[in-house]
């Protein structure tokens, strides 16, 4: 059978861009259909954008310390219009270099939405249809709001929320998660009066336990209010500002409303399910070890398929895919030990298992724990504190969990990320040379385990 292209691929973001160029290097003929925006959620409503204002959120830290080091600093001043307008310079920047990697390894882009005939034909939006050898469905996920409740639709979204008009002087965010406690974290530092609420009695749910306590506290020490074991039950329009009313009597008067409550893989009206493509409870499109759906000719990668939610494992994913489909690669992807990052001020860094992982996994776990100030508040002043953690199996003396709470706590996990995927032991660690004065020479300087887990024998 002829197909009119090679590749067909349904989303312009991270991984549908990345499997479209390689595919294409191997000589195959790729179509690419994005209704949107090209870049997807990372580079145009997600980690890019939000890093930017967790940036600019940090500069007050900066002028509050400089007088500990000899600096006079005039009051300063925050501007969010400014902010946005650069913000949005950046997002076009990025979006353009992308259309222009498609059209550098000779991807055709179609901007229109595309959903799939049968299990070789999609349909565009403008009412055409292309036939394709194999579909690739990359269309992320979309955020998730709670259970309906009255005024809910006078919330925003983390889509929204990067193109307000007005700085919000009153923010409410509703949600515990990494992309609530980032926007709770960056608009409390930028000057806005913050509550989080949320289901849970804590904030980041599967991360480890010290790091979410020490989080906590240091939000906290930015201006973060939080209501646990709560979420809004109305919204209601009063003039110009917004009345979030709590259980127990309590209302909440804000300029606005966040809900991040998490997202939900984007598969609505992709025409799958009628293709015989298997989704699962979340809407995620199930795959094998090769991104293959239950349709031979149909893939998926990133987020829409609900395996690890992060751009780089949406991009490895699509890079495998196409290597695989027209390069003859193993197409598998090893998502095990991927470090991960709360972008929040301090920063979690996460890589491998948490405490309570290794304790399950493991007959015994040592846990090595360094708790301190860093060296710059000792002239620029605040309470901000650095918490390293490393977790070992006590029986082989690999490392198998670093975490890391502090202001560069992603820039360090990456690095430490190395060592623990290649199987480093603590005695490794042990050995590295520290590099001093810095935060992360903790790393190998943690002698004595701070705490020692042992299974109990079974009766």
Request: glycine fraction near 12%.
């Amino acid at each position: 059978m002829a197909f009119d292209c090679d590749l067909f691929v349904i989303g312009a973001g991270s991984g549908g861009v990345r499997a479209a160029r390689v595919a294409a290097g191997h000589g195959a003929k790729v179509v690419v259909a994005e209704e949107f925006r090209v870049g997807g959620t990372c580079v145009i409503r997600g980690c890019v954008p939000k890093k930017l204002l967790v940036y600019a959120s940090r500069f007050a830290d900066e002028f509050a310390s400089a007088a500990g080091f000899g600096w006079t600093v005039a009051p300063p001043r925050f501007d969010w219009p400014t902010l946005v307008a650069a913000k949005d310079r950046e997002i076009a920047r990025l979006s353009a270099a992308y259309r222009s990697g498609l059209d550098g390894a000779g991807a055709a882009l179609i901007e229109e939405r595309a959903s799939l005939v049968d299990r070789h034909t999609v349909k565009l939006s403008g009412g055409r249809t292309i036939s394709a050898r194999h579909v690739l469905v990359a269309t992320g996920a979309r955020p998730e709001p709670p259970v309906a409740f009255p005024g809910l639709e006078l919330a925003i979204s983390s889509n929204e929320i990067f193109d307000l008009p007005r700085f919000p002087q009153r923010l409410l965010v509703v949600g515990g998660g990494y992309i609530a406690v980032e926007f709770a974290c960056l608009f409390a530092r930028l000057g806005a009066e913050v509550t989080q609420v949320m289901r849970a009695d804590n904030i980041l749910r599967g991360f480890d336990e010290d790091m979410r306590e020490g989080l906590r506290e240091e939000l906290k020490r930015a201006g973060v209010q939080f209501r646990f074991d709560r979420l809004p039950t109305r919204f209601e329009r009063r003039g110009e500002a917004l009345a979030a009313a709590l259980p127990g009597g309590e209302t909440l008067t804000v300029d606005q409303a966040l809900v991040a409550t998490g997202r939900r893989p984007n598969t609505a009206g992709l025409g799958l399910e009628a293709v015989g493509v298997a989704l699962d409870v979340t809407g995620a499109v199930a795959v094998n070890d090769r991104s293959t759906s239950s349709v031979p000719s149909i893939h998926a990668v990133g987020d829409v398929t609900n395996r690890v939610n992060l751009t780089p494992v949406a991009i490895r994913e699509g890079q495998a895919l196409a290597d695989h489909l027209f390069g003859g690669g193993a197409g598998v992807v090893d998502h095990g030990d991927i470090p991960s990052a709360v972008f929040a001020t301090p920063e979690i860094g996460a890589v491998g298992l948490t405490e309570a992982e290794a304790m399950r996994r493991f007959e015994a776990v040592d846990v090595y724990m360094a708790n301190f100030t860093p060296m710059k508040a000792t002239l620029g002043g605040g309470g901000e504190r650095v918490i390293m953690k490393l977790v070992v199996d006590a029986g082989s003396g690999r490392v198998v969990g670093a975490h890391i709470l502090a202001r560069e706590a992603g820039e360090m996990v990456q690095i430490a990320a190395i060592a623990i995927k290649m199987g480093a032991t603590k005695a490794d660690f042990d050995a590295t040379m520290a590099l001093h004065p810095t935060a992360a020479e903790e790393l190998v300087t943690m002698k004595a385990p701070t705490r020692r887990h042992r299974r109990a024998a079974a009766t």
